[in-house]
């Protein structure tokens, strides 16, 4: 079975410092792994997916299959990433998506 | 440029109503799902569609429905509404891989 864990529910940083969004994952098989963020007043969007080792607006997350771990790192804060992040799985070759709880991030000025 | 299209933002029902939840994308997207979102439990999958009048069970498909007559409209019905199904429910549609979401529809069980 597909499980998504993201033991954080809230996490409040202040501008400039580093964060790390943490998710875990439980999958028998090959994951996709994927981030979404939902900005206040707007639908969820998908931020990065780990198969195209991209960094959007500075965030970077790196699939580690050893700790079974894709967290969301940004080396420096910024106050219009506050949000709420969901880390999600998908079997490879599946399109049924599992969701995290996800974790609210608020960035202080 | 709307891709996936809820058709209603914000609804009232009374216990015990039938409820309709449409969502239309444009996408041609094979693929197309129900979540509902729910404060510190995420989004959890109720229902989806691989294909025309194809439907599959996510992991809270009790209580509710699902109708793909259409490859763009996929419905969600609530045959008898409950104040458990009081939620925020979010359409998604894909090809593969990365979702694109609908802006959700807040249902409100009195």
């Known amino acids: 079975a597909q499980r998504v864990t993201q033991p954080e529910k809230l996490l409040s940083v202040f501008k400039g410092a580093p964060v790390e969004l943490k998710c875990n994952y439980s999958y028998s098989g090959s994951p996709e792994l994927f981030w979404y963020v939902q900005y206040s007043r707007q639908r969820l969007q998908l931020l990065l997916r780990h198969i195209s080792r991209e960094s959007i607006k500075g965030f970077t997350a790196d699939l580690n299959k050893g700790e079974t771990s894709f967290h969301l790192k940004k080396p420096f804060a910024q106050e219009e990433d506050s949000a709420m992040y969901y880390c999600a799985l998908s079997g490879h070759g599946d399109n049924d998506m599992r969701f995290g709880a996800g974790t609210r991030l608020t960035v202080k000025p | 440029d709307v891709k996936v299209t809820q058709s209603s933002r914000y609804l009232v029902k009374r216990t015990g109503e039938k409820v309709f939840l449409e969502c239309v994308q444009d996408?041609?997207?094979?693929?197309m799902f129900w979540y509902r979102q729910d404060p510190g439990l995420g989004l959890r999958l109720i229902y989806f569609s691989y294909d025309v009048k194809m439907k599959e069970k996510g992991d809270i498909p009790e209580g509710y429905s699902v109708s793909r007559e259409k490859k763009e409209r996929f419905s969600l019905i609530l045959e008898s509404a409950s104040t458990n199904q009081t939620s925020m429910y979010l359409c998604?549609?894909?090809?593969?891989?990365?979702?694109?979401f609908g802006s959700g529809t807040r249902l409100t069980v009195v």
């Open positions: 998604a549609s894909t090809r593969t891989g990365s979702y694109t």
């Open positions: 996408m041609d997207h094979e693929n």
